[in-house]
């Protein structure tokens, strides 16, 4: 048998590989990781139906991106999100499925006049959530408004 050597190569490209005592460096969860917070006001809970149940001001287009942090911000009363339908016009190209909290969440896209600048969260057994989405682009003097108006019912 041969004594291993300096380098590997892999991909084509010369590497050295790391040495069998060094520290994997560990992996850094959503929760360690310092970051911006969620932008979401909820309308409070009460005894007569809305048509909206909040606002949510996400900072890009990029589905992937912003659905799990809207996600993991949700009230566990909401339940599990197996789906979400979102505005097909104000996001960016997303696939019809993704894992979030090692869960698949179904994603679906409309182009519906009915609902432009929604997103819509459904949870088997607990029905259906629909929340006003600010456009990432808004500033804050102009959003403001709107995600008190999701605070306090009044969306």
Same mark, same amino acid.
């Given at each position: 048998m041969?004594?291993?050597?300096?380098?590997?190569?892999? =991909?084509?490209h010369l590497r050295r590989?790391?040495?069998?005592?060094?520290?994997?460096?560990?992996?850094?969860?959503r929760a360690t990781r310092p970051g911006p917070l969620l932008r979401l006001r909820l309308a409070p809970d009460g005894q007569v139906p809305?048509?909206?149940d909040g606002v949510w001001w996400p900072r890009?287009? =990029?589905l992937l991106a912003e659905l799990p942090e809207l996600l993991a911000g949700l009230p566990r009363a909401w339940g599990d999100i197996a789906s979400v339908m979102v505005d097909g016009t104000a996001?960016?190209?997303?696939?019809?499925?993704?894992?979030?909290?090692?869960?698949?969440v179904r994603l679906r896209r409309s182009t519906a006049a009915h609902a432009p600048g929604t997103v819509v969260l459904m949870a088997p057994g607990r029905g259906r959530r629909d929340l006003r989405v600010v456009p990432p682009g808004t500033t804050e003097e102009?959003?403001?408004?709107?995600?008190?108006?999701?605070? =306090?019912?009044?969306?």
């Open positions: 041969h004594a291993p050597t300096d380098h590997t190569v892999a =991909d084509g590989p790391l040495p069998r005592h060094a520290p994997v460096p560990p992996a850094r969860s809305r048509r909206l890009s287009d =990029d996001w960016a190209g997303s696939p019809g499925r993704m894992l979030v909290c090692n869960q698949v102009a959003a403001r408004p709107l995600m008190s108006a999701g605070a =306090d019912g009044l969306v």
